[in-house]
């Protein structure tokens, strides 16, 4: 009996013991998560926002676990900057724990591509994917040459001739002056810009872009209309106006009359015109004895507002001197003060370029920059077209007063800008020896004044293509970084774009008469000095530097 109660004991827990194995046998382990631990493109690790990568990349994605293969292909994602999906193959190795994924064709150069891994992945036990993977791309800069290569002073040519064509085969059919920009208003002219374009048709004579006989011509339209058509506000003009009425087009607020900084630009042209145009025929002659009487009409005194020692920018028939803004320096305005000083009609004193535009000495910096010291002028110098606005008709070289040495100036602070680029402290991709220059220009949905204290990313060709006569080595360097490596992207009908972001891959569809202008004029000064010597022959000139105590070998 007792035998009997172990052998039902000893059964019941044999029953007990093969239902538990068979129980344990059937149940599946646990599913467990996977996660990314290392993602790497082309052998570096893969961070959101990397650029500079090859066009051909391998990516490889290590995870914690092994996968689930028939879940890979709906988890990974390819696309590029347009959202549209590139086709790529994948591979697993290690156990099923290491993704190897590549493109099924060489990407595009200088393009933004996306690669994701979203939670419908599973590891091989069926656990959840716990760290998607969402990291973008842009790939490197092609070097190879979009263009056949020539010499550099083929190159200069090419790139004035192009340039000139903005002036010339886009200017105003009815003025001849020079439209605010390509992708605006075309009834829009500029009188700054104008001027600047004035000035490169000398340039276009001489080398044979034009015959002397077409630059007369338009000359005489220009003139023409400046003089008759054209409003005058106490002899000065406005900043934009009506290429076919000449009606003025407001500039901002209160800002419907006088620009007097815009006008020492036009007039500064007109007088470079006048100068080439030496002829003793009536034409040329008629031509000279108009530009002189634009030029005398000019009440520069009248815009120190009552008698102030210092120039105001603006002067409106509706609202008077509202805008109320002194034209002070450092900045592109040195033209205004030298115009003024040299007028036969309505000159200013020294004082008032010493007190307006100086501030008593307080433009002075003298502080250095990446090596350089700054004479004049905010910190880094601020955007490159104070140097060259100014410029494009005063001989920076050997020019001095008490205030600094103005070839020094101009040098150092297009040095400053240069190894501003080079360094990049704001890590933006494109910048480089090479690729460099900051000045005002349009920027993806606006315009900025870009300089090292204002960077937002964007290269303007003109900020180190303006500034060969002060750094010819850096700016070849960057007319063929421009030319020969982006011209696919930037080298258009009227030269190169306004501006470019190789960050965003954004590329202006625009050009500006303020940009395209200082190209053509400051590439020639550096060539033979040809706008230099011409502005700087009027007597009128030389004797208005001289009263302001400016000393310079052509004075």
């Not at 549209?84 to 200088?110: C, E, H, R, W």
């Amino acid at each position: 009996m007792r035998r009997g109660r172990i052998n039902i004991i000893l059964f019941s827990w044999l029953i007990l013991l093969a239902f538990s194995c068979k129980k344990n046998s059937s149940s599946p382990p646990p599913a467990k998560p996977v996660a990314a631990i290392l993602v790497r493109i082309d052998n570096v690790a893969f961070t959101d926002n990397m650029y500079n990568v090859g066009v051909q990349p391998v990516i490889t994605v290590k995870f914690s676990e092994p996968l689930q293969t028939s879940s890979v292909a709906s988890a990974v994602k390819f696309q590029d900057g347009s959202g549209s999906d590139i086709g790529f193959s994948t591979s697993l190795q290690s156990k099923d724990s290491l993704l190897v994924i590549q493109p099924s064709s060489t990407l595009a150069y200088i393009a933004k591509y996306k690669f994701s891994i979203n939670t419908t992945l599973k590891s091989a036990s069926g656990g959840s994917f716990t760290t998607p993977v969402d990291n973008s791309f842009i790939t490197k800069i092609d070097s190879t040459p979009k263009f056949p290569v020539i010499s550099d002073d083929s190159l200069l040519t090419l790139v004035q001739k192009q340039t000139f064509k903005y002036f010339w085969d886009f200017g105003h059919p009815v003025s001849g002056l020079a439209r605010e920009r390509n992708n605006g208003s075309n009834e829009t002219v500029t009188s700054g810009g104008s001027g600047f374009g004035i000035m490169a048709i000398p340039v276009a004579v001489t080398k044979g872009f034009i015959t002397r006989a077409q630059a007369l011509q338009r000359m005489q339209t220009i003139v023409t209309f400046l003089k008759n058509t054209a409003p005058k506000f106490h002899g000065a003009f406005s900043h934009w106006m009506n290429g076919s009425t000449g009606a003025v087009i407001p500039f901002g607020v209160n800002d419907d009359g006088a620009d007097i900084v815009e006008t020492s630009y036009l007039i500064a042209g007109l007088l470079t015109a006048r100068q080439f145009f030496d002829g003793a025929d009536v034409a040329e002659t008629t031509l000279r004895s108009d530009i002189n009487t634009l030029y005398n009409a000019v009440e520069w005194d009248w815009f120190r507002q009552n008698g102030k020692n210092v120039l105001y920018w603006n002067w409106s028939p509706n609202t008077g001197f509202a805008v109320n803004v002194p034209v002070q320096g450092w900045n592109e305005t040195l033209i205004t003060y030298v115009m003024a000083a040299s007028s036969p009609t309505h000159p200013i004193p020294k004082a008032v370029y010493d007190s307006g535009f100086a501030r008593n000495g307080a433009m002075v910096n003298n502080n250095t920059y990446y090596g350089y010291s700054l004479p004049l002028g905010p910190a880094y110098g601020g955007p490159l077209f104070f140097s060259h606005y100014s410029f494009m008709g005063i001989n920076p070289n050997g020019l001095k007063d008490v205030y600094a040495d103005y070839q020094k100036q101009v040098t150092n602070h297009t040095k400053i800008n240069y190894e501003y680029c080079k360094a990049n402290p704001k890590t933006y991709f494109g910048y480089s020896s090479q690729c460099w220059g900051l000045t005002a220009s349009d920027i993806q949905g606006g315009y900025n004044a870009n300089e090292p204290n204002n960077d937002k990313g964007v290269i303007t060709p003109t900020a180190a293509l303006s500034s060969f006569p002060y750094s010819p080595t850096e700016s070849m360097n960057a007319l063929k970084f421009f030319y020969y490596i982006l011209g696919d992207k930037i080298w258009k009908d009227y030269g190169f774009v306004d501006a470019f972001a190789l960050k965003d891959q954004w590329y202006a569809g625009s050009f500006l008469a303020i940009d395209q202008g200082p190209i053509i004029v400051m590439i020639e000064n550096y060539r033979s000095g040809l706008v230099w010597n011409l502005f700087t022959s009027c007597p009128e000139i030389k004797a208005g530097m001289k009263s302001l105590g400016f000393t310079a070998p052509y004075l």
